[in-house]
């Protein structure tokens, strides 16, 4: 006999909307950069990564984002497309959203240390405030790493409901 699945509380429900939103919005990030060719091709990548080295990268990541990243730019900007557009689409769907949310972390931690410092002699409330673009999406990944917010419309909830036999 199989154990009656109690129905999705209001909870399972926003986090489910919360995942499917942030999913929403990696794949428009992702859609642009796959399906055209300014970002992986044509520059796009170095414009970014040349902008972060202007103002904005935390002094540990410069020689990084010189050394490895900038002699590396066209595979780290497929790697980074098809990354955003995978993460959408896991969580979009609510496939493999554990995974997809370990990765996004990650990726938000890189741009984080890669774009949002405020400088050296900022006060340390400004290091919140200047991480807000990024810190905000690491929190909802965390948030999807720790719960279940594939619990509720998402492809593995279709899989796991019972079949009515007619």
Known sequence: MQEQQPSPDINSRALAMLRIGVGVLFLIFGEYKVFGTQFTLHGGFQYWINRFLEGGVYPFMAPVLRGFVLSHATAIAFLVAYGELAIGIALVC?????????????????LLFSSDYPGTGAPFWQYFGASLSHSVFMLCFAAFLLGRSDAVWSVKA????????A
């Open 158 to 165: 279709l899989q796991s409901k019972p079949q009515s036999r």
């Open 94 to 110: 609510g496939i493999l959203t554990r995974q997809a949310s370990a990765c996004g972390f990650v990726f938000m931690l890189t």
